[in-house]
Protein backbone atom coordinates (compact mmCIF):
# COMPACT_ATOMS: atom_id res chain seq x y z
CA UNK A 1 0.00 0.00 0.00
CA UNK A 2 1.33 3.50 -0.50
CA UNK A 3 1.21 6.49 1.62
CA UNK A 4 1.88 9.88 -0.26
CA UNK A 5 2.83 12.30 2.96
CA UNK A 6 3.67 15.92 2.32
CA UNK A 7 6.24 17.41 5.21
CA UNK A 8 9.01 15.39 6.14
CA UNK A 9 9.62 17.06 9.36
CA UNK A 10 9.05 16.47 12.76
CA UNK A 11 5.21 15.52 13.07
CA UNK A 12 5.75 13.69 9.89
CA UNK A 13 8.59 11.48 10.11
CA UNK A 14 7.76 11.03 14.23
CA UNK A 15 3.96 10.75 14.27
CA UNK A 16 2.37 9.90 10.80
CA UNK A 17 5.17 8.08 9.24
CA UNK A 18 5.80 5.79 11.86
CA UNK A 19 2.07 4.57 12.08
CA UNK A 20 1.76 4.45 8.55
CA UNK A 21 5.00 2.41 8.59
CA UNK A 22 3.10 0.21 11.49
CA UNK A 23 0.35 0.11 9.34
CA UNK A 24 2.41 -1.28 6.94
CA UNK A 25 2.27 1.47 4.18
CA UNK A 26 5.22 2.68 1.83
CA UNK A 27 5.47 6.20 2.44
CA UNK A 28 6.80 8.57 0.02
CA UNK A 29 7.59 11.76 1.66
CA UNK A 30 7.45 14.58 -0.28
CA UNK A 31 9.01 18.12 0.81
CA UNK A 32 11.41 20.60 -0.26
CA UNK A 33 13.95 20.41 2.13
CA UNK A 34 16.41 18.80 -0.45
CA UNK A 35 19.16 16.91 2.50
CA UNK A 36 16.28 15.68 4.42
CA UNK A 37 14.85 13.64 0.64
CA UNK A 38 18.33 12.32 -0.26
CA UNK A 39 18.52 11.09 3.45
CA UNK A 40 15.29 9.18 2.85
CA UNK A 41 16.34 8.05 -0.66
CA UNK A 42 19.64 6.77 0.66
CA UNK A 43 18.63 5.27 4.03
CA UNK A 44 15.66 4.25 3.09
CA UNK A 45 14.75 4.10 7.07
CA UNK A 46 15.09 6.17 10.24
CA UNK A 47 14.55 5.61 14.21
CA UNK A 48 12.08 7.56 15.91
CA UNK A 49 13.07 7.61 19.48
CA UNK A 50 10.60 7.78 22.47
CA UNK A 51 11.59 10.38 24.96
CA UNK A 52 11.01 8.63 28.04
CA UNK A 53 13.18 6.75 30.61
CA UNK A 54 13.93 3.38 28.20
CA UNK A 55 14.36 5.75 25.09
CA UNK A 56 12.75 2.47 23.32
CA UNK A 57 13.57 2.91 19.64
CA UNK A 58 11.17 2.14 16.44
CA UNK A 59 12.39 1.63 13.18
CA UNK A 60 10.34 3.29 10.64
CA UNK A 61 10.80 1.52 7.51
CA UNK A 62 9.73 1.51 3.25
CA UNK A 63 10.05 5.23 3.17
CA UNK A 64 11.54 7.30 0.36
CA UNK A 65 11.54 10.82 -0.91
CA UNK A 66 10.15 13.57 -3.57
CA UNK A 67 11.39 17.00 -3.91
CA UNK A 68 8.61 18.95 -5.11
CA UNK A 69 11.01 21.73 -5.87
CA UNK A 70 12.70 19.55 -8.60
CA UNK A 71 10.72 16.80 -9.10
CA UNK A 72 7.09 17.86 -9.65
CA UNK A 73 6.19 15.38 -12.32
CA UNK A 74 7.43 12.69 -9.38
CA UNK A 75 4.86 13.88 -7.36
CA UNK A 76 1.77 13.63 -9.47
CA UNK A 77 2.80 9.92 -10.46
CA UNK A 78 2.76 9.13 -6.78
CA UNK A 79 -0.79 10.68 -5.94
CA UNK A 80 -1.88 9.21 -9.07
CA UNK A 81 -1.31 5.48 -7.27
CA UNK A 82 -1.47 6.24 -3.46
CA UNK A 83 -4.01 4.73 -1.16
CA UNK A 84 -3.86 7.65 1.11
CA UNK A 85 -2.19 10.89 1.07
CA UNK A 86 -1.53 13.09 4.50
CA UNK A 87 0.31 16.45 5.40
CA UNK A 88 2.37 17.64 8.39
CA UNK A 89 3.60 20.72 6.50
CA UNK A 90 1.68 24.05 8.65
CA UNK A 91 -1.32 25.42 8.05
CA UNK A 92 0.19 28.38 5.91
CA UNK A 93 1.72 26.22 3.70
CA UNK A 94 -1.62 24.12 2.64
CA UNK A 95 -2.49 26.92 -0.10
CA UNK A 96 0.96 26.16 -1.78
CA UNK A 97 0.99 22.86 -2.10
CA UNK A 98 -2.20 22.95 -3.35
CA UNK A 99 -1.70 23.18 -6.84
CA UNK A 100 0.30 20.12 -7.11
CA UNK A 101 -2.18 18.18 -5.74
CA UNK A 102 -4.29 19.38 -7.90
CA UNK A 103 -2.41 18.12 -10.63
CA UNK A 104 -1.78 14.89 -8.66
CA UNK A 105 -5.64 14.62 -8.63
CA UNK A 106 -6.59 15.75 -12.24
CA UNK A 107 -4.37 13.15 -13.35
CA UNK A 108 -5.65 10.34 -10.87
CA UNK A 109 -9.11 10.40 -11.56
CA UNK A 110 -8.94 10.37 -15.05
CA UNK A 111 -7.52 6.47 -14.52
CA UNK A 112 -7.88 5.06 -11.12
CA UNK A 113 -11.27 4.81 -9.87
CA UNK A 114 -10.13 3.86 -6.22
CA UNK A 115 -11.39 6.58 -3.37
CA UNK A 116 -8.41 8.52 -1.66
CA UNK A 117 -8.49 10.12 1.47
CA UNK A 118 -6.70 13.27 2.00
CA UNK A 119 -6.28 14.18 5.77
CA UNK A 120 -4.43 17.35 6.80
CA UNK A 121 -2.56 16.57 10.03
CA UNK A 122 -2.00 20.61 10.77
CA UNK A 123 -2.91 22.45 14.29
CA UNK A 124 -5.86 24.21 12.52
CA UNK A 125 -9.34 23.79 12.73
CA UNK A 126 -10.97 22.77 9.78
CA UNK A 127 -7.38 21.47 8.20
CA UNK A 128 -8.73 19.36 5.37
CA UNK A 129 -11.49 21.39 4.37
CA UNK A 130 -9.33 24.60 3.70
CA UNK A 131 -6.81 21.77 1.88
CA UNK A 132 -9.93 21.00 -0.01
CA UNK A 133 -11.04 24.44 -1.25
CA UNK A 134 -7.69 25.38 -1.98
CA UNK A 135 -7.42 22.44 -4.40
CA UNK A 136 -10.32 22.97 -5.84
CA UNK A 137 -9.40 26.22 -6.72
CA UNK A 138 -6.89 24.36 -9.16
CA UNK A 139 -9.90 22.14 -10.89
CA UNK A 140 -12.23 22.66 -13.65
CA UNK A 141 -15.69 22.23 -12.43
CA UNK A 142 -16.04 18.45 -14.09
CA UNK A 143 -12.33 17.89 -12.49
CA UNK A 144 -14.20 18.73 -9.33
CA UNK A 145 -16.92 16.49 -9.83
CA UNK A 146 -14.82 13.38 -10.30
CA UNK A 147 -12.81 14.36 -7.29
CA UNK A 148 -16.67 14.61 -5.62
CA UNK A 149 -17.35 11.02 -6.43
CA UNK A 150 -13.65 9.38 -5.24
CA UNK A 151 -11.53 11.42 -2.71
CA UNK A 152 -12.45 12.45 0.66
CA UNK A 153 -10.77 15.20 2.90
CA UNK A 154 -11.52 14.31 6.33
CA UNK A 155 -10.47 16.90 9.42
CA UNK A 156 -8.29 15.32 11.71
CA UNK A 157 -6.70 16.71 14.98
CA UNK A 158 -3.11 15.40 15.85
CA UNK A 159 -1.75 15.56 19.14
CA UNK A 160 2.21 14.34 19.86
CA UNK A 161 4.88 16.75 20.85
CA UNK A 162 7.94 16.77 18.57
CA UNK A 163 10.32 19.50 19.49
CA UNK A 164 12.97 21.11 16.93
CA UNK A 165 16.53 18.89 16.88
CA UNK A 166 19.71 18.03 15.74
CA UNK A 167 20.81 14.51 15.36
CA UNK A 168 23.88 12.85 13.96
CA UNK A 169 21.42 11.22 12.00
CA UNK A 170 19.86 13.86 10.17
CA UNK A 171 16.16 11.90 9.50
CA UNK A 172 15.99 10.20 13.14
CA UNK A 173 13.75 11.85 15.63
CA UNK A 174 12.92 12.06 18.94
CA UNK A 175 9.27 12.18 20.06
CA UNK A 176 7.15 12.14 23.75
CA UNK A 177 5.33 8.54 23.82
CA UNK A 178 1.92 10.52 24.22
CA UNK A 179 0.03 10.57 20.65
CA UNK A 180 -3.25 10.75 19.44
CA UNK A 181 -4.66 10.89 16.17
CA UNK A 182 -8.62 11.89 15.28
CA UNK A 183 -10.05 10.99 12.07
CA UNK A 184 -13.65 12.42 11.35
CA UNK A 185 -15.56 9.81 9.83
CA UNK A 186 -17.93 11.58 7.71
CA UNK A 187 -15.50 12.78 5.41
CA UNK A 188 -13.76 9.59 4.50
CA UNK A 189 -14.68 7.97 0.75
CA UNK A 190 -14.67 4.85 0.24
CA UNK A 191 -13.10 2.45 3.61
CA UNK A 192 -11.61 3.73 6.75
CA UNK A 193 -7.81 3.57 6.29
CA UNK A 194 -6.96 0.77 8.93
CA UNK A 195 -4.25 2.47 10.35
CA UNK A 196 -3.49 1.45 13.99
CA UNK A 197 -3.37 4.61 16.21
CA UNK A 198 -6.06 6.49 14.25
CA UNK A 199 -9.54 6.76 16.32
CA UNK A 200 -12.12 8.00 14.18
CA UNK A 201 -15.07 9.90 15.80
CA UNK A 202 -18.60 11.51 14.15
CA UNK A 203 -17.83 14.50 14.86
CA UNK A 204 -14.58 15.93 15.33
CA UNK A 205 -15.42 19.84 16.43
CA UNK A 206 -15.30 18.92 20.34
CA UNK A 207 -12.38 16.97 20.17
CA UNK A 208 -10.20 19.74 17.69
CA UNK A 209 -11.62 22.44 19.52
CA UNK A 210 -10.52 20.79 23.16
CA UNK A 211 -7.14 19.62 22.09
CA UNK A 212 -6.22 23.28 20.17
CA UNK A 213 -7.70 25.11 23.08
CA UNK A 214 -5.94 22.74 26.02
CA UNK A 215 -2.88 21.45 24.44
CA UNK A 216 -2.18 24.38 22.12
CA UNK A 217 -3.40 27.16 24.53
CA UNK A 218 -1.64 25.70 27.60
CA UNK A 219 1.32 25.26 25.48
CA UNK A 220 1.76 28.99 23.79
CA UNK A 221 0.95 30.51 27.84
CA UNK A 222 4.40 28.70 28.49
CA UNK A 223 6.02 29.85 25.50
CA UNK A 224 4.49 33.32 25.20
CA UNK A 225 5.58 34.02 29.34
CA UNK A 226 8.48 32.61 28.98
CA UNK A 227 9.78 34.12 26.16
CA UNK A 228 9.35 37.39 27.91
CA UNK A 229 10.65 36.26 31.20
CA UNK A 230 13.79 34.71 29.53
CA UNK A 231 13.42 31.17 29.68
CA UNK A 232 14.98 28.83 26.88
CA UNK A 233 12.91 25.82 26.85
CA UNK A 234 9.53 25.08 28.01
CA UNK A 235 10.59 22.77 30.67
CA UNK A 236 12.34 25.92 32.15
CA UNK A 237 9.46 28.36 31.62
CA UNK A 238 7.26 25.09 33.61
CA UNK A 239 9.49 25.49 36.17
CA UNK A 240 8.47 29.37 37.29
CA UNK A 241 5.57 29.84 39.46
CA UNK A 242 4.13 32.84 37.70
CA UNK A 243 4.11 30.32 34.41
CA UNK A 244 2.60 27.76 36.23
CA UNK A 245 -0.22 30.41 37.77
CA UNK A 246 -1.05 31.56 34.27
CA UNK A 247 -0.93 28.53 32.52
CA UNK A 248 -2.95 27.05 35.14
CA UNK A 249 -5.76 29.71 34.89
CA UNK A 250 -5.42 29.98 30.89
CA UNK A 251 -6.90 26.17 31.06
CA UNK A 252 -9.33 26.93 33.76
CA UNK A 253 -10.99 29.71 31.32
CA UNK A 254 -10.66 27.85 28.25
CA UNK A 255 -11.77 24.40 29.86
CA UNK A 256 -14.64 26.47 31.19
CA UNK A 257 -15.48 27.33 27.70
CA UNK A 258 -15.26 23.63 26.35
CA UNK A 259 -16.97 22.30 29.48
CA UNK A 260 -19.80 24.49 28.73
CA UNK A 261 -19.93 24.10 25.29
CA UNK A 262 -19.32 20.85 24.45
CA UNK A 263 -20.50 19.05 28.27
CA UNK A 264 -17.16 17.43 28.86
CA UNK A 265 -17.21 16.23 32.73
CA UNK A 266 -15.33 18.73 34.48
CA UNK A 267 -13.59 15.71 36.33
CA UNK A 268 -12.20 13.84 33.36
CA UNK A 269 -11.57 17.33 31.67
CA UNK A 270 -9.03 18.25 34.98
CA UNK A 271 -7.30 14.94 34.07
CA UNK A 272 -6.69 16.02 30.49
CA UNK A 273 -5.29 19.32 31.78
CA UNK A 274 -3.05 17.33 34.42
CA UNK A 275 -1.80 14.64 31.66
CA UNK A 276 -0.87 17.86 29.62
CA UNK A 277 0.93 19.74 32.43
CA UNK A 278 2.84 16.86 33.28
CA UNK A 279 4.04 16.37 29.40
CA UNK A 280 4.81 20.05 29.25
CA UNK A 281 7.49 19.16 32.13
CA UNK A 282 9.25 15.51 30.07
CA UNK A 283 12.38 15.90 31.07
CA UNK A 284 13.41 13.89 28.07
CA UNK A 285 12.34 16.31 25.91
CA UNK A 286 13.75 20.00 25.15
CA UNK A 287 11.23 21.87 23.53
CA UNK A 288 12.41 25.61 22.98
CA UNK A 289 9.71 28.00 23.35
CA UNK A 290 10.74 30.05 20.22
CA UNK A 291 9.16 26.77 18.40
CA UNK A 292 6.47 26.26 20.02
CA UNK A 293 5.81 30.05 19.98
CA UNK A 294 6.25 30.26 16.72
CA UNK A 295 4.12 32.07 13.99
CA UNK A 296 2.40 34.84 16.28
CA UNK A 297 0.52 36.32 13.67
CA UNK A 298 -1.17 32.78 13.49
CA UNK A 299 -1.79 31.99 16.50
CA UNK A 300 -3.32 34.95 17.14
CA UNK A 301 -6.04 34.89 14.52
CA UNK A 302 -9.73 35.00 15.48
CA UNK A 303 -10.05 30.69 15.10
CA UNK A 304 -6.87 29.73 16.95
CA UNK A 305 -5.44 29.15 20.60
CA UNK A 306 -6.10 32.29 22.02
CA UNK A 307 -8.78 34.42 20.65
CA UNK A 308 -11.28 31.97 20.18
CA UNK A 309 -11.09 30.32 23.66
CA UNK A 310 -11.18 33.93 25.29
CA UNK A 311 -14.06 34.83 23.31
CA UNK A 312 -15.86 31.43 24.20
CA UNK A 313 -14.97 32.08 27.69
CA UNK A 314 -16.43 35.59 27.68
CA UNK A 315 -19.92 33.82 25.88
CA UNK A 316 -20.26 31.36 28.17
CA UNK A 317 -19.72 33.17 31.87
CA UNK A 318 -20.11 36.56 30.71
CA UNK A 319 -16.58 37.23 32.59
CA UNK A 320 -13.44 38.61 31.18
CA UNK A 321 -10.76 36.65 30.96
CA UNK A 322 -7.93 37.18 33.24
CA UNK A 323 -5.02 34.68 32.37
CA UNK A 324 -5.88 34.35 28.52
CA UNK A 325 -5.40 38.36 28.38
CA UNK A 326 -2.04 38.00 30.41
CA UNK A 327 -1.15 35.60 27.48
CA UNK A 328 -2.04 37.23 24.29
CA UNK A 329 -0.45 40.24 26.01
CA UNK A 330 2.79 38.26 25.86
CA UNK A 331 2.18 36.57 22.79
CA UNK A 332 1.75 40.19 21.52
CA UNK A 333 5.27 40.73 23.22
CA UNK A 334 7.11 37.81 20.98
CA UNK A 335 10.24 39.25 19.32
CA UNK A 336 12.01 36.36 17.45
CA UNK A 337 14.21 37.90 14.50
CA UNK A 338 14.40 34.14 13.16
CA UNK A 339 10.45 33.90 12.97
CA UNK A 340 9.30 36.09 10.25
CA UNK A 341 5.85 36.88 11.49
CA UNK A 342 7.12 37.49 14.91
CA UNK A 343 9.26 40.33 13.03
CA UNK A 344 6.07 41.47 11.46
CA UNK A 345 3.82 41.53 14.01
CA UNK A 346 6.21 43.77 16.01
CA UNK A 347 6.37 45.92 12.66
CA UNK A 348 2.67 46.12 12.90
CA UNK A 349 2.76 46.92 16.44
CA UNK A 350 5.17 50.18 16.32
CA UNK A 351 3.37 51.16 12.99
CA UNK A 352 -0.77 50.80 14.40
CA UNK A 353 0.04 50.00 17.75
CA UNK A 354 -1.40 47.07 20.18
CA UNK A 355 -5.10 48.16 20.18
CA UNK A 356 -5.03 48.04 16.11
CA UNK A 357 -3.34 45.30 15.85
CA UNK A 358 -6.02 43.13 17.86
CA UNK A 359 -8.73 44.43 15.24
CA UNK A 360 -6.77 43.59 12.30
CA UNK A 361 -4.82 40.49 13.67
CA UNK A 362 -7.43 38.83 15.82
CA UNK A 363 -10.65 40.20 13.75
CA UNK A 364 -11.60 41.45 17.50
CA UNK A 365 -13.76 44.46 17.63
CA UNK A 366 -12.68 48.47 18.11
CA UNK A 367 -13.74 49.01 21.94
CA UNK A 368 -14.57 45.34 22.91
CA UNK A 369 -13.91 43.80 26.26
CA UNK A 370 -11.51 41.57 25.04
CA UNK A 371 -8.87 44.26 24.10
CA UNK A 372 -9.65 46.10 27.19
CA UNK A 373 -8.93 42.86 28.98
CA UNK A 374 -5.43 42.64 27.01
CA UNK A 375 -4.39 46.46 26.97
CA UNK A 376 -4.91 46.59 31.00
CA UNK A 377 -2.50 42.99 31.01
CA UNK A 378 0.06 44.57 28.39
CA UNK A 379 0.26 48.09 31.02
CA UNK A 380 0.93 44.99 33.31
CA UNK A 381 3.39 42.67 32.08
CA UNK A 382 6.74 44.12 33.41
CA UNK A 383 5.42 42.96 36.40
CA UNK A 384 6.45 39.11 35.50
CA UNK A 385 10.03 40.41 34.45
CA UNK A 386 12.49 37.72 36.77
N1 LIG B 1 5.87 19.31 16.17
C1 LIG B 1 4.80 19.12 16.89
O1 LIG B 1 4.88 18.94 18.13
C2 LIG B 1 3.44 19.07 16.26
C3 LIG B 1 2.42 18.33 16.89
C4 LIG B 1 1.14 18.30 16.34
C5 LIG B 1 0.89 18.97 15.15
N2 LIG B 1 1.90 19.67 14.56
C6 LIG B 1 1.57 20.31 13.31
O2 LIG B 1 2.21 19.62 12.25
C7 LIG B 1 2.53 20.53 11.21
C8 LIG B 1 4.03 20.44 10.91
O3 LIG B 1 4.74 20.79 12.08
P1 LIG B 1 6.21 20.28 12.35
O4 LIG B 1 6.50 20.58 13.78
O5 LIG B 1 6.39 18.91 11.83
O6 LIG B 1 7.02 21.31 11.44
P2 LIG B 1 8.39 21.09 10.67
O7 LIG B 1 8.87 22.42 10.29
O8 LIG B 1 9.29 20.19 11.46
O9 LIG B 1 7.94 20.28 9.36
C9 LIG B 1 7.33 20.88 8.26
C10 LIG B 1 7.94 20.28 7.01
O10 LIG B 1 7.22 20.77 5.89
C11 LIG B 1 8.17 21.00 4.87
N3 LIG B 1 7.64 21.91 3.86
C12 LIG B 1 7.63 23.27 3.85
N4 LIG B 1 7.11 23.73 2.70
C13 LIG B 1 6.78 22.64 1.98
C14 LIG B 1 6.21 22.46 0.69
N5 LIG B 1 5.86 23.49 -0.09
N6 LIG B 1 6.03 21.19 0.23
C15 LIG B 1 6.37 20.13 1.01
N7 LIG B 1 6.93 20.24 2.23
C16 LIG B 1 7.12 21.48 2.70
C17 LIG B 1 9.38 21.56 5.60
O11 LIG B 1 10.55 21.50 4.82
C18 LIG B 1 9.41 20.63 6.81
O12 LIG B 1 10.17 19.48 6.57
C19 LIG B 1 2.09 21.92 11.70
O13 LIG B 1 0.80 22.18 11.24
C20 LIG B 1 2.07 21.74 13.20
O14 LIG B 1 1.20 22.63 13.85
C21 LIG B 1 3.16 19.72 15.07
O1 LIG C 1 2.71 23.64 15.78
P1 LIG C 1 2.17 24.99 16.21
O2 LIG C 1 3.07 26.11 15.82
O3 LIG C 1 0.75 25.19 15.83
O4 LIG C 1 2.15 24.95 17.81
C1 LIG C 1 3.35 24.74 18.52
C2 LIG C 1 3.16 23.62 19.53
O5 LIG C 1 2.21 24.01 20.50
C3 LIG C 1 2.66 22.34 18.85
O6 LIG C 1 3.49 21.95 17.79
C4 LIG C 1 2.56 21.18 19.86
O7 LIG C 1 3.82 20.68 20.17
C5 LIG C 1 1.67 20.10 19.32
O8 LIG C 1 0.46 20.61 18.87
C6 LIG C 1 1.43 19.00 20.31
O9 LIG C 1 0.49 18.12 19.77
Not at 263 to 281: A, G
Request: proline share 4%.
Amino acid sequence: MEAVHFGAGNIGRGFIGSLLHQANYHTTFIDVNAEVIQALNENKQYNVILASENSEKHNVQHVSGINSVTDAASVVEAIKNAAILTTAVGPNILPVIAELIAEGLRERVKSNKQPLNIIACENMIGGSSILKEKVYEHLASDEQASCDALIGFPNAAVDRIVPNQVNDDLLEVSVEPYYEWLVEEIGIKGQTPAIEGITYVQDLTPYIERKLFTVNTGHSAVAYIGHYMGCETIADAMDEPQVQEIIKGALSESGEALIQTYHFDREEHQTYINTIMNRFMNPYISDEVTRVGRGPIRKLGPRDRLIRPASAYMEVTGKKPTYLAKTIAAALQFGNEQDAEAVELQQMIQEDGVEKVLQSVSGLAAGSTLIGAVLEEVDRIGEWRR
